[in-house]
């Protein structure tokens, strides 16, 4: 891993679940999203939560207002914020779902009964590899998956207990 995680203290591991956008047309630093989102993880560094804007009902006011946490995502009493579980899911996913890690930190809410937390900053660490796919172009987007691991400095493991030994061991180190 590079020097890209910058305080050491309060990195915890996260396991969570995207979906890569397969396509030679769209570029591999837009193509890693939530499983329900429309906007990329960061490539280049770790990935830093904003409070999303809204639309504002209002019509003498602007149309989009920035969210309710502004500097301070995720907040309490908010949903905003990158989500991650503690445990890695026992499932196999198929492409364009892959499940994978994270190193997170900075502003952390623990949603302990729900055995998940959100985080300011998070970057993906492990994937676990693929056994195929459900989607269209299940080979396009698992080549997607290899240059986003690639460009990230992230491993590509073979099973959910591979990506939970990996992820310790670099949680530890930081
Ligand atoms: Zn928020």
Known sequence: MGMRVPDRTGV???YRVWRVLPGRWIAASDSLHAQAGHWA???????VAR???RVQADPRKPL???GPCGEA???YGCSCGLYARYEPAGEAYLLPYVAGSVLAWGRVIHHAKRSFFRAEKALPVAFVRPH???GLFP???????Y???EELGAAVVESPRELRDYTEEEASGW
Do not use: Q
Request: one cysteine or more; a negative charge; proline letters at 9%.
């Open 12 to 14: 915890i591991a996260g």
């Open 41 to 47: 993880w960061s490539l280049a560094g770790p990935t």
């Open 51 to 53: 409070c999303p804007s």
């Open 64 to 66: 989009l207002v920035g």
């Open 73 to 75: 995502s995720p907040g």
């Open 132 to 134: 195929g796919g459900s």
């Open 139 to 145: 080979e396009e987007a698992e080549e997607k998956l």
């Open 147 to 149: 240059r986003v691991a």
